[in-house]
């Protein structure tokens, strides 16, 4: 006679359907349920641009009204007109831009030059250099603002706009977000670029630059962001009206026209119009950048 032997029934949780697996329909409402608290969130962060955006086509006594209202009951589409009449935005644009574009490029390619020396080449001491030029990003800017001013101030550097691409042309962030990036490249790489006879600038250039897209967009947008929306930098070093940045000639703006708040918030979507077309053009770039920098450290 032989006995039939059943395998042993499978292990289950509690609330679980079959051999472990989450009851039908729960996946489809969690899934539903974290759209919805994503869409919440997002509106939460969008809601004072919106209200900005509102506020800059209303009449200055319907800014502040009491509910808000979110539409206008009348469009002033010459409020995006009038703001370029009564100060030189055009001027305070163009300036942001240049300071913005000029020190992006440089950060960028002194941040990825460093950052390549730091990660693929072996030198004496590269570890502990590495890590004291990272740690100047925990000093605070008041502690050597002053130092600063004076040593542009004895190169006659005070009131130009060279001043501040000098010192914000290099930036130990940078080396640090491009360096992480590098580091999960293959060294094997650079070995067999070296065999072949490939220099390290050649390397640098040909092989790392071209893996590094993402990096780079991310270290760009990043840079661009901050330097466009630097108040203290420019309001130190820079007098002229002719050389100031749209947050200088806004700042101005409000001290002058204090009840013209219909004005001041135009100017303040015109300001932050730019980088919004930066972040929507790189945000592709910049989220893989940033989800792939801190892989290995």
Not at 154 to 167: G, K, N, P, Q
Not at 205 to 233: E, H, Q
Not at 247 to 267: E, K, W
Request: contains cysteine; proline residues 6%.
């Amino acid at each position: 006679m032989t006995t039939v032997r059943t395998a042993p029934p499978a292990a289950t949780t509690p609330g679980a359907g079959p051999a472990g697996r989450p009851p039908r329909g729960r996946g489809p409402v969690r899934r539903t349920l974290a759209y919805v608290s994503l869409l919440a969130v997002t509106l939460l962060v969008l809601l004072p641009l919106g209200w900005m955006i509102s506020s800059s086509l209303k009449r200055d006594n319907e800014v502040f009204t009491t509910p808000i209202e979110w539409i206008p009951r009348e469009f002033r589409w010459s409020n995006y007109v009038e703001i370029w009449e009564q100060i030189p935005l055009a001027t305070y644009l163009g300036n942001s831009a240049f300071l913005a574009i000029v020190i992006t490029f440089l950060q960028v390619l002194t941040g990825s030059f460093a950052a390549y020396g730091f990660a693929k080449v072996r030198f004496p001491g590269r570890d502990g250099l590495f890590l004291a030029y990272i740690a100047t990003i925990a000093v605070p800017w008041q502690a050597y603002m002053v130092p600063q001013y004076i040593l542009m101030q004895r190169a006659e550097l005070i009131d130009t706009h060279l001043s501040i691409i000098l010192l914000q042309a290099f930036g130990a962030f940078g080396v640090f977000l491009m360096r992480q990036y590098y580091l999960s490249i293959p060294d094997d790489l650079c070995e067999a670029a070296r065999i072949d006879g490939l220099s390290e600038y050649g390397i640098y250039r040909r092989i790392i630059l071209p893996l590094s897209k993402p990096a780079l967009a991310s270290l760009a947008l990043l840079t661009f962001v901050n330097t466009w929306n630097d108040y203290m930098g420019p309001f130190i070093y820079l007098t002229s009206n002719d050389l100031w940045t749209v947050q200088l000639g806004l700042r101005s703006f409000v001290g002058q026209y204090q009840a013209d708040y219909a004005m001041i918030m135009t100017g303040a979507v015109l300001s932050v119009l730019p980088v919004v077309v930066v972040f929507l053009f790189g945000q592709r770039y910049f989220i893989q950048g940033i989800a792939t920098s801190g892989l290995k450290g």
